[in-house]
């Protein structure tokens, strides 16, 4: 039975409302309920004069983890009937020989893919040593022999992105082809996503609608920024697509396809306790493999966050009720705010929490 449309006159004026406040220009929005999809662009994509709509091009920064850490799945799974198959605990350093190596012999051999994926490896963020000059990956993971480790291999969880271009390096190299075309052969187009891209100019060739990134300054207002090059994230951070073609992903997450039951369980399995002052859900925060796993009022939530100059994201699904929401923005870290409330809000109206307790 189809259900209503959760974008109620109350939900559009609160997001007409935090677009205003936040200062950001547009955001799109898929809601998925069972078997229904819900999809509404708010502002612009193109301040003022282009209007955003479900089928809006947006950077999808971090929430780009959970497609690769799935690429590692598909090939465990592929593997199995192999020799020597490839699990979750096959050290990186036997697929890199020569690329990773980290500061520590002894680390180097005990990275496995699983702690990579985890962010369990003892290596801190380090995110300004990344190139934002279409460096490859390989060369960005080559930086790790020189970056210090501070902790011992899954003692704590430190986010960091390297060891996602790490893993994407190693999945490249096993498959013979660049991440982004195995993505679009075994996960992007089997699930229908026709307009998700690896690079902005494959994005551009096709001819979408792909927003425009601001930063807003006292004053003045909206900056436009340039399109940003990231080949060197890899499967840290490099997709662009929309909420339409993201919302067919929690699908997939939920309720399979592409995916086996075992993988999609590996997944969303927590890895390690990862606590973190933004995260607004009561109790302890854990971590999987490219996913955050956190429960609210009964209900198991799985969901990452993405934040990349110009954009934010954020993807979350709760398996128990079959519910999920994509919420894209083109605000530099407001948009991330202005997600907050309203992925709070809808939880609390789909879950029923009365008033006096949001």
């Known amino acids: ?8 006159p109350a939900f559009d004026d609160l997001v007409n409302s935090l677009l205003t406040e936040w200062h950001v220009p547009g955001t799109s929005i898929a809601i998925i309920d069972g078997p229904n999809t819900f ?6 994509s193109q301040y003022p004069n282009t209007k955003a709509t479900p089928e809006t091009l947006y950077y999808t920064a971090s929430t780009t983890k959970s497609f690769t850490a799935a690429t590692v799945a598909l090939l465990i799974d592929d593997s199995q009937s192999h020799t020597k198959p490839l699990t979750w605990t ?3 350093s036997t697929l890199l020989p020569t690329d990773f190596i980290l500061a520590s012999p002894t680390t180097t051999n005990q990275i496995t893919l699983e702690d990579a994926l985890s962010h369990r490896t003892g290596l801190p963020e380090h995110s300004y040593h990344f190139t934002p ?8 993971v080559r930086k790790l022999r020189h970056l210090p480790l501070t902790a011992t291999p899954r003692e704590k969880y430190m986010y960091n992105s390297f060891m996602y271009t790490a893993v994407s390096v190693a999945v490249e190299k096993i498959t013979g082809v660049e991440l982004g075309s195995f993505l679009r052969a075994r996960i992007w187009g089997p699930l229908g996503m026709r307009n998700t891209y690896w690079s902005v100019g494959e994005a551009e060739a096709d001819g979408g609608d792909i927003a425009r990134g601001y930063a807003w300054v006292s004053g003045s207002g909206y900056s436009a920024l340039e399109y940003p090059e990231y080949s060197e994230l890899s499967g840290a951070g490099c997709m662009i697509s929309s909420v339409v073609d993201y919302a067919a992903w929690v699908r997939c997450m939920m309720r399979g396809g592409v995916l086996s039951e075992r ?17 607004l859900f009561p109790g302890t925060h854990l971590y999987g493999l490219g ?3 956190d429960g609210y009022r009964g209900q198991r939530v799985v969901w990452h966050t993405g934040s990349i100059a110009g954009f934010g994201s954020v993807v979350m699904f709760l398996p128990g009720v079959e519910w999920g929401v994509v919420i894209f923005g083109n605000a530099t870290v407001r ?17 029923g929490t009365p008033g006096v307790e949001r």
């Open 1 to 8: 039975m189809p259900r209503a449309s959760p974008f109620t």
């Open 39 to 44: 999809t509404k662009g708010y502002g612009h």
């Open 90 to 92: 096959t050290p990186l």
């Open 133 to 140: 000059s279409g460096a490859s990956p390989q060369t960005e």
């Open 263 to 279: 993988a999609r369980e590996a997944l969303t399995a927590p890895r390690i306790v990862c606590e973190g002052p933004t995260n």
């Open 291 to 293: 996913w955050r796993v």
């Open 335 to 351: 948009s991330n705010m202005m997600q907050q409330v309203l992925y709070m809000y809808l939880l609390d109206e789909m879950l």
